[in-house]
């Protein structure tokens, strides 16, 4: 049977929300594998079809992240699981595949408990103390607000704190985002 078919098996048998996810994922295996029957993929073929996704352009014509290129690898893995399971292939083989999860991005923000922080320990008889406090503040909430779609109320809470401070490069930098 050809990768293609079982993939359209596959897809019979996947809940409707997760269809969008393995139509882009298993048609670039698929692809890659070439009209390749599903029974002669090899564990080989999965760690070539890695390589590819890690050189290869995006639609966007930028590589892949190794987010996407680990969400793609995911979802090959879990068909060739199903595959094996309704007898498709004699041999998993994505069983010794080893996907550890890809290094995420520190955090560059504060928490609000942080912030709270930050905010206890301040100099209340220091003006300079006091208005850096507020500006923080201030900052603080616009991530609150972008957060829950309240742009032009964020964008306001911005605008004041260039104008308290018109020298302030954050404030600055995500009144340009």
Same mark, same amino acid.
């Given at each position: 049977?050809?990768?293609?078919? +079982?993939?359209? @098996?596959?897809?019979?048998?996947?809940?409707?929300?997760?269809? +969008?996810?393995?139509?882009?994922?298993?048609?670039? *295996?698929?692809?890659?594998? +070439?009209?390749?029957?599903?029974?002669?993929?090899? $564990?080989?073929?999965?760690?070539?079809?890695?390589? !590819?996704?890690? #050189?290869?352009?995006?639609?966007?014509?930028?590589?892949?992240?190794? /987010? $996407?290129?680990?969400? *793609?690898?995911?979802?090959?893995?879990?068909?060739?699981? #199903? +595959? =094996?399971?309704?007898?498709?292939?004699?041999?998993?083989?994505?069983?010794?595949?080893?996907?550890?999860?890809?290094?995420?991005?520190?955090?560059? @923000?504060?928490? #609000?408990?942080?912030?709270?922080? @930050?905010?206890?320990?301040? !100099?209340?008889?220091?003006?300079?103390?006091?208005? !850096?406090?507020?500006?923080? %503040?201030?900052?603080?909430?616009?991530?609150?607000?972008?957060?829950?779609?309240?742009?032009?109320?964020?964008?306001? =809470?911005?605008?004041?704190?260039?104008? %308290?401070?018109? /020298?302030? @490069?954050?404030?600055?930098?995500?009144?340009?985002?």
């Amino acid at each position: 049977m050809k990768l293609e078919e +079982a993939l359209a @098996l596959y897809l019979k048998e996947t809940p409707p929300k997760l269809q +969008a996810v393995y139509r882009i994922a298993v048609p670039k *295996f698929a692809h890659f594998m +070439a009209g390749i029957e599903i029974a002669e993929v090899t $564990s080989q073929h999965l760690l070539d079809f890695q390589q !590819d996704l890690l #050189w290869r352009m995006s639609p966007t014509g930028k590589l892949y992240k190794s /987010n $996407s290129v680990d969400q *793609f690898l995911r979802r090959v893995r879990r068909f060739l699981r #199903w +595959a =094996h399971a309704q007898g498709l292939i004699a041999v998993d083989p994505s069983a010794n595949l080893l996907l550890p999860r890809p290094i995420q991005p520190t955090r560059s @923000l504060l928490s #609000w408990e942080e912030l709270q922080e @930050l905010f206890s320990v301040l !100099d209340h008889d220091d003006a300079q103390q006091l208005r !850096d406090a507020v500006l923080l %503040r201030l900052l603080a909430e616009t991530d609150v607000y972008v957060k829950y779609g309240l742009r032009d109320k964020a964008v306001d =809470h911005v605008k004041k704190v260039c104008a %308290r401070d018109p /020298n302030h @490069l954050e404030a600055h930098e995500k009144l340009k985002g």
